[in-house]
């Protein structure tokens, strides 16, 4: 299988298995769950699952200190920070808004790596309008509710996570990628429980049916998600990569309609519809025009 294609299953496994996490996180948080403790395990589930595998694939290599002290950054400012503020916006926002206004994350990601020399071609920025049209009708259909607040920390995050995405892009150019999510689980799951412990607001998942939540959302949302994620970056590119993961709102919308009956209407099912054909639009670039710079 070619690098190319090898990338973008990666990114579709990576938003599909994203999805949950908005409606997972919802049902733990009204389990009583605060939302340091909830991303506290979240991340460190991710980071016990993915190890074995990333060690796996070092295929004998030794452990880069680059690829872990790197990924741990990124992971205690970069992903702590868009996880704190994206989780916090739930109870203010429903699940598809919150998600939508996340990814308008890949129009940052294209602009900021236009400045590194990593630039999508027309047809991607035709791709990322259609996406971009596609997630607003996911997001603003009938049913949607939102407030001021949940919509800054919406918006706050997919500032935050773009940066994130640029400068992992970097990282992993030269190493192992799945060492480098794992690094990344571990910083995120390092400053969580530091912030919790500080604020009183660490604890325990209160039964077995909210372990099973913080289980699945760190295992399938996170662990698989974001490894999966960082497996595509380095074969497809940061703005091809970050616009492709707007399918995530789409299973996001697919998830709390079926879960936490969240409203999906005839809008939202074209949107979801654009934002599919975005994508596709994306992926039959012709692989000169894809790959890289």
């Known amino acids: 299988m070619d690098a190319r294609r090898k990338g973008w299953i990666a990114i579709v496994v990576s938003a599909?298995?994203?999805?949950?996490?908005?409606?997972?996180?919802?049902?733990?948080?009204?389990?009583?769950?605060?939302?340091?403790?909830?991303?506290?395990?979240?991340?460190?589930?991710?980071?016990?699952?993915?190890?074995?595998?990333a060690w796996l694939a070092l295929e004998g290599r030794g452990v880069s200190r680059r690829a872990l002290l790197g990924g741990f950054a990124l992971g205690a400012v970069g992903y702590a920070g868009t996880s704190g503020v994206y989780v916090s916006s739930l109870p203010h926002i429903a699940a598809a808004l919150a998600s939508f206004l996340l990814f308008t994350s890949p129009a940052i990601v294209a602009a900021l790596s236009a400045l590194l020399g990593e630039r999508l071609s027309p047809r991607g920025l035709a791709a990322l309008a259609l996406a971009l049209a596609g997630l607003a009708l996911l997001a603003f259909g009938p049913?949607?509710?939102?407030?001021?607040?949940?919509?800054?920390?919406?918006?706050?995050?997919?500032?935050?996570?773009?940066?994130?995405?640029?400068?992992?892009?970097r990282i992993v150019a030269d190493e192992e990628p799945l060492v480098v999510a794992t690094g990344i689980m571990a910083g995120a799951a390092v400053a969580f429980g530091v912030f919790g412990a500080a604020t009183g607001s660490w604890g325990l998942p209160s039964d077995f049916?909210?372990?099973?939540?913080?289980?699945?959302?760190?295992?399938?949302?996170?662990?698989?998600?974001?490894?999966?994620?960082?497996?595509?970056?380095?074969?497809?590119?940061?703005?091809?990569?970050?616009?492709?993961?707007?399918?995530?709102?789409?299973?996001?919308?697919?998830?709390?309609?079926?879960?936490?009956?969240?409203?999906?209407?005839?809008?939202?099912?074209?949107?979801?519809?654009?934002?599919?054909?975005?994508?596709?639009?994306?992926?039959?670039?012709?692989?000169?025009?894809?790959?890289?710079?």
């Open 209 to 293: 049916a909210t372990w099973g939540v913080v289980l699945a959302m760190g295992i399938v949302s996170t662990a698989l998600s974001v490894g999966a994620f960082y497996v595509a970056l380095p074969l497809i590119g940061a703005p091809r990569a970050a616009l492709a993961s707007t399918l995530e709102p789409v299973s996001t919308a697919a998830v709390a309609f079926i879960v936490l009956g969240e409203t999906l209407a005839v809008p939202q099912l074209a949107g979801a519809a654009l934002v599919l054909a975005a994508v596709a639009l994306l992926a039959t670039e012709r692989p000169a025009a894809a790959a890289p710079t």
């Open 16 to 53: 599909v298995s994203f999805g949950g996490v908005a409606v997972l996180g919802k049902l733990a948080l009204s389990a009583g769950m605060t939302v340091p403790a909830l991303l506290f395990w979240r991340w460190l589930v991710a980071a016990v699952a993915l190890a074995p595998v």
């Open 143 to 169: 049913g949607v509710a939102a407030s001021l607040v949940g919509v800054a920390l919406a918006v706050l995050s997919a500032f935050i996570y773009a940066g994130t995405i640029v400068a992992g892009r």
